[in-house]
Each structure stands twice: as C-alpha cells, then as structure tokens.
C-alpha cells in the first residue's frame, strides 16, 4: 500500500506559482503522476515522473511551466507550477505505480494509488 498525501495548493492570481507536494513512505519505489480534474471534466495527465527521477513527461498545456520533481530522501515528489493561468484550476492528484516504475503513464488507469487531491484556483 502507497498512502499518498497532497498539499500546497491554494488561491493564487494569474501568473502566479504553486509548489505541491506528494509525501509516502514508500514513494522512492514507484513512478508518480500528476493529475487534475476540474469541475464537470475528466481527471487529466499533467506530469509524470518515473523511479529516481530519470524521466518526466508533461501534459501539452502545462509543459515549459510546471516542472516535476522527487526527493527520495525526502520520500515526496514535488509539482512546481508556475505562470498559473485560470484554466489550471483543479483539484490537483498524486497517483503512483510500482508495477512498471520506468514507464511514465498518462492514463488514469495505470495508476494504483491515489491521494486525497489538493484544490489549486487560480483567480484572473
């Protein structure tokens, strides 16, 4: 079990940035993904990083500003979002998967664990 916790999001205006944060015990032994899902929408990819941090992947709409990171010894995995815009509104996930922990997933369905979510909004 990867008992993922969120935080850090909050309310920031246009242009602004966030860093959220995912923290387990366990997360330095699984690739992690960011996901968000607005209201009335489906939960979307937003990045994704593989075991030690040797790949990422972004999303189109937030590639050049949000950038993914971990910290094994810190066993969390960092989303820093900058140049926010108000589209970018959510409530932002970890998901994690140790089944494959070099492959970087865009798909909900390959994900195993999940948090709780954090609400980021971004106001214009």
């Known amino acids: 079990q990867v008992n993922l916790v969120e935080s850090g999001g909050g309310v920031v205006q246009a242009g602004g940035s966030l860093r959220l944060s995912c923290k387990a015990p366990s997360i330095a032994e699984t690739a992690v993904g960011w996901f968000r899902q607005a209201p009335g929408a489906e939960r979307e990819f937003v990045a994704g990083?593989?075991?030690?941090?040797?790949?990422?992947r972004y999303s189109d709409s937030v590639k050049g500003r949000f950038t993914v990171s971990r910290d094994n010894a810190e066993t969390a995995v960092y989303l820093q979002m900058s140049s926010l815009k108000p589209e970018d509104t959510a409530v932002y996930y970890c998901?994690?998967?140790?089944?494959?922990?070099?492959?970087?997933?865009?798909?909900?369905?390959?994900?195993?664990?999940w948090g709780e979510g954090t609400q980021v909004i971004v106001s214009s």
């Open positions: 990083i593989n075991l030690r941090g040797v790949g990422s």
């Open positions: 998901a994690a998967q140790r089944r494959n922990p070099y492959s970087l997933y865009d798909s909900v369905r390959n994900y195993d664990y």
